[in-house]
């Protein structure tokens, strides 16, 4: 008699060849169940209701309810001058506030035209890939509980509180910071920062191996996130998913590699793909992206030029913008890709119409399509490995 | 591009290129008669190609975009104006690295397009989204409901004449 199967020999056999999709035959059939998680709950990082219709244990239909944090920022920003309106798109994804201040400004720079100096734009970068490192902890870290591991989320947060000293060095906030500008960037950088920051990065790269060895080498998490989740290449770009989760699903696209802004196009940079599109591919996207990250900042330290150039230009605070003009502008957030669309209609200093397409609110609407077939218990891996904040949903 | 000019040749629709159309010269020679009246100037786009389609349209030009290799729809969005509604649709062609921007002008009074949900799937949250805050109905939506607003909510908020006290009011000079 054999030995039973352990679980490293089960992945060592590679667990995903095995059919995971639940379908349901006329014989096995139990009437249908409403589950209904949130508003309020651990596992949706914020206030969403997800109404679940289940077969058993299996899930037949996820129908989210969103608007809990609706507060209108476009409406708002519509009766705000350029340089008014930034802070509120902290708001709009309060854990990658830098990203958010970088779209909503390089949109207002490009319909009023104005122009950033160098320095400038290296330090938006520097601090768009900071901050994506930051995001992509939490997301890390809560990825963990939603599995039910406690461990991971102590060791993002250790490395994520770095990132955030380092942010408040440079503008005195932790959370939203409003320190990308029309113009440029609100402050230089401070003494020794550019120092600091190397040797968090040296530190971090140092960090990345132990996450490895502790989550994804796991093989009761490989089998929670393996072949969980699917969605072709097809479907992701008919959904529009975005960001790692599309790259996930093998779509070889990174706007900042492929309709690069600011200094992206003078960089060299890996952009992570993966080929099956399951929740594990996502989740190794993201900690990878977390590499090429880090190669960004090492270059833009390193062509930083030197202060005489200025860090902005600066930009009145009724600066006008021309009419009958539009702009998108594209970027890559860590959630995906954020475009803000903005209309000047009869110009003057407040924009028409500012829309945040945010790569939260198109995710969501494929959580339906993922989860389908799948056990209740996969739902929350499904929507964690999505990386959905709340705020970016409502705006 | 070369899929503007099918789109020109098939639907009839307006291309407004890259930048705007360049203006007249400027400078009129002393002594002559001042130029006819200019029709009032269209908006451009800094960043992609406009195209503007005719509503009725809308479902033939996106099933030909998407059947020609515009595979991703970024958006689906609105912009309130005195005497119209633009509704705007962001597309991009992921091999060919192309965006093209749409653009449909309905009445304010009684918006009604097709939904192109049927096309791209990307369509059926923005496309309820912009149902919620302009009140544009998209026909063959499967779910068409309010998204972010309860739905005992009146008004649509990012029309322009829903103002609060708050709000800062629509401009009474008239510009179309």
């Known amino acids: 008699m054999t030995a039973p199967e352990t679980i490293a020999e089960r992945m060592a056999k590679d667990v995903i060849e095995q059919p995971v999709r639940h379908e349901v035959t006329r014989d096995l059939w139990t009437d249908d169940f409403n589950v209904n998680i949130g508003p309020q709950h651990p596992s949706t990082h914020g206030v969403l209701r997800l109404v679940v219709t289940l077969d058993g244990e299996v899930v037949k239909k996820v129908q989210p309810y969103c608007g809990y944090l609706h507060r209108s920022i476009e409406k708002i920003s519509e009766n705000r001058t350029l340089l008014q309106l930034v802070c509120f798109s902290d708001r709009v994804d309060y854990v990658a506030a830098m990203n958010a201040n970088l779209a909503v400004c390089l949109a207002g720079e490009k319909i009023a035209g104005i122009e950033v100096p160098e320095r400038g734009q290296y330090i938006r970068v520097i601090m768009a890939e900071l901050n994506r490192i930051a995001s992509h902890l939490l997301w890390f870290g809560d990825f963990g509980l939603n599995l039910g591991a406690g461990t991971p989320f102590f060791y993002a947060f250790r490395e994520r509180e770095q990132v955030i000293n380092l942010f408040e060095e440079v503008c005195g906030n932790r959370l939203t910071y409003n320190y990308i500008r029309p113009g440029g960037v609100a402050f230089d950088l401070p003494e020794k920062w550019v120092e600091r920051c190397q040797s968090f990065l040296d530190y971090f790269l140092t960090k990345l191996p132990e996450y490895h060895r502790l989550v994804t080498n796991n093989p009761i998490f490989q089998v929670r996130t393996r072949g969980i989740g699917v969605v072709t290449r097809e479907e992701a770009l008919n959904w529009g998913l975005s960001g790692p989760s599309l790259r996930g699903s093998g779509v070889d696209f990174d706007v900042r590699r492929d309709d690069p802004y600011e200094v992206y196009a003078n960089l060299k940079f890996r952009v992570p793909l993966g080929t099956r599109g399951d929740t594990f591919e996502r989740y190794l996207c993201r900690m990878m992206e977390m590499e090429s990250s880090v190669d960004i900042i090492r270059q833009c330290l390193e062509k930083l030029p030197g202060a005489q150039g200025g860090h902005a230009k600066k930009v009145s605070m009724l600066a006008r913008i021309p009419a009958n003009r539009e702009v998108l502008v594209r970027t890559e957030a860590p959630r995906g890709e954020m475009s803000v669309y903005m209309c000047s209609g009869t110009g003057g200093p407040k924009p028409w119409r500012v829309k945040y397409r945010t790569a939260s609110f198109a995710n969501l609407a494929a959580l339906d399509q993922l989860s389908r077939g799948y056990k209740i218990a996969d739902l929350m891996a499904i929507f964690g490995s999505l990386d959905v904040v709340i705020p970016e949903i409502d705006r | ?176």
């Open chain 2, 1 to 176: 591009m070369p899929i503007i000019a099918e789109l020109e040749k098939r639907f009839a629709v307006t291309h407004i290129p890259l930048g705007g159309v360049p203006s007249a010269p400027p400078g009129q020679p002393a002594g002559q008669p001042a130029p006819p009246a200019q029709p009032a100037p269209q908006a451009f786009s800094v960043t992609e190609p406009i195209v503007k389609v005719d509503p009725k349209k809308i479902l033939a030009v996106c099933s030909f975009l998407a059947a020609s290799g515009f595979d991703y729809l970024l958006t689906v969005t609105a912009a309130d104006f005195p005497q119209r509604i633009e509704v705007l649709y962001f597309l991009c062609s992921m091999s060919g690295r192309l965006r093209l921007e749409l653009k449909c002008e309905l009445p304010r009074d009684k918006p009604e397009i097709d939904s192109v949900s049927g096309v791209w799937k990307a369509a059926l949250y923005p496309e309820r989204e912009v149902y919620d805050l302009f009140g544009i109905k998209f026909k063959g939506h499967p779910d068409l409901r309010r998204i972010f607003l309860e739905d005992e909510f009146e008004g649509y908020p990012l029309r322009k004449d829903y103002t609060s006290d708050f709000l800062v009011k629509m401009p009474e000079v008239g510009f179309r």
